[in-house]
């Protein structure tokens, strides 16, 4: 057994007890009431989910195991080679243990994932009979269910498996995926925009770096991949990636199939999609300026244009955040050091002068400040990243990391099949008559 796989054992034998307890003494105790308006209105703060792995404050954002962004980024152990961002190897340590990783933990992870990353020939054979114009996310979701005959949770679970052992293949499932999903990614990203010419994997770099190598861009895009996995992997439970992974999960089915089910439900336009958006978005308003920087007015425009013809501001607002994402930040931090000249991110900054109050003033979004795909695209633009479309891939890597940790813990904890209730249009209105 790897070292993290024996650390995650004790820590899931210790934490056992505690979901026993709550849900056996203390399962009647309410913490909190479901209103009309949040059936209708999907299910928005809800308390009915429980995750360890990151907790969402309105607020101040992310916290993931505890650690807020900038601490994440300040304590993980970083490359030896300059790099400013922390290896990815350490994050997933954090998120799987709760614990900080020492040097000698991510080198142990990092050897793990290189043991683990081999993709099987017939899942780029998947890809490669798809037709060009195939999105990438459909490449990227069809890759992984198609890989699903590699699970050793079904192989487990037909062999006979206790159930208190189910976290241990799921374990085996999440770190193969997880080691994959990069190669798979850059692999989508050679194959369908640069005439399928595929830069081979290369084992002495990290997860982060090794990325940067397939998709063929310098330095500092191994910073930047870093970065991007790690402010992308979790927001806790109740988003639509995250939630859908769970869900899928809780039936039974395999990682593989809860992964590709979680990468659908980020491609939506108004989940991960949202960061090709706002590169769409900007394109739109850049043509129309024939590349010159917008005045603040001039953006105000286009800003009430698209609110007017009864779109969303992509980028903008979200369902628990009142304030601007954290996520963002780091970003914008990025974009100031390494890009601040950059025509895209000055479209960007003007969009942030005025899109909060304009949103204000229409009235509607409960957040108005920026959510974590506001600034992404840009960057991505900038290392010559084109292919706006590709860039929920890179968000599935970051997100996979999250949503397979709590699959694995929703399996040592025992979570059961979820199956929410439904009422009837009539019963809710028999409610409200008194009925
Ligand atoms: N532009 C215009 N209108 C917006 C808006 C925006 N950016 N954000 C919210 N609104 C509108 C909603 O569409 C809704 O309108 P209706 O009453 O007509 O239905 C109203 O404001 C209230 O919505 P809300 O309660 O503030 O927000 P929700 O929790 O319903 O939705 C989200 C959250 C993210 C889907 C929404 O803010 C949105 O559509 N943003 C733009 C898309 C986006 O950036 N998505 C990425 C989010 C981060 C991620 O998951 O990756």
């Known amino acids: 057994m790897s070292d993290l796989k024996s650390k995650l054992k004790e820590k899931i034998e210790a934490w ?34 429980v995750t360890d792995i990151s907790y969402l404050d309105p607020l101040e954002g992310i916290r993931f195991r505890g650690f807020t962004i900038p601490e994440v980024l300040e304590k993980l152990p970083k490359p030896k080679d300059g790099g400013e961002v922390p290896l990815v190897e350490g994050f997933v340590y954090l998120l799987l243990t709760g614990d900080l990783p020492t040097d000698a933990d991510v080198d142990a992870i990092a050897s793990e994932f290189n043991d683990r990353k081999e993709v099987p020939k017939y899942v780029f054979d998947v890809i490669n009979a798809m037709p060009g114009d195939t999105h990438p996310m459909v490449m990227l979701s069809a890759a992984i269910v198609a890989m699903q005959r590699e699970s050793e949770f079904v192989k487990a679970y037909n062999a006979g498996m206790s159930k208190m052992d189910y976290w241990e293949p799921t374990y085996e499932d999440a770190m193969n995926l997880l080691a994959r999903l990069p190669e798979i990614g850059a692999y989508i990203y050679r194959h369908k925009y640069k005439n399928d010419d595929i830069i081979a994997s290369n084992p002495s770099l990290d997860m982060g770096a090794n990325f940067a190598h397939m998709m063929g861009i310098d330095k500092p895009y191994d910073d930047m991949s870093r970065l991007y996995f790690i402010l992308h992997s979790d927001h806790e439970s109740g988003n639509v990636s995250a939630h859908t992974g769970h869900l899928v999960s809780s039936a039974l089915s395999d990682p593989y199939y809860a992964t590709s089910a979680m990468v659908n439900g980020l491609a939506g336009p108004l989940h991960g999609l949202a960061n090709q958006e706002v590169l769409r978005w900007i394109q739109g308003v850049m ?28 980028g903008y607002g979200h369902a628990v955040l009142r304030k601007t994402d954290p996520r ?66 890179l968000f599935s890597i970051g997100r996979a990391i999250g949503v397979l940790s709590n699959i694995i813990w929703d399996r040592a904890l025992g979570y059961p099949i979820e199956r929410p209730k439904s009422l009837t249009t009539e019963m809710l209105e028999d409610i409200v008559a008194g009925k």
């Not at 979901?19 to 928005?44: C, F, P, S």
């Not at 043509?287 to 992509?314: A, C, H, R, Y």
């Open 287 to 314: 043509d129309q300026m024939g590349g010159k920087i917008p005045t603040e007015e001039e953006m105000k425009k286009f800003v009430w244009d698209t609110l007017n013809s009864g779109q969303v501001i992509p």
């Open 16 to 49: 056992r007890p505690r979901t026993v307890k709550l849900l056996k003494e203390y399962g009647d105790v309410k913490i909190g009431e479901v209103t009309m308006a949040q059936a209708i209105g999907g299910m928005r703060g809800v308390k009915c989910l």
């Open 328 to 393: 963002y930040t780091a970003q914008r931090e990025f974009c100031l050091k390494h890009l601040s000249d950059d025509l895209i991110f000055k479209y960007v900054d003007v969009l942030y002068k005025v899109v909060p109050d304009i949103l204000v003033e229409q009235g509607k979004a409960k957040n108005p400040w920026p959510n974590v795909d506001a600034q992404s695209g840009v960057i991505q633009w900038f290392y010559g990243l084109k292919e706006y479309d590709y860039y929920t891939v």
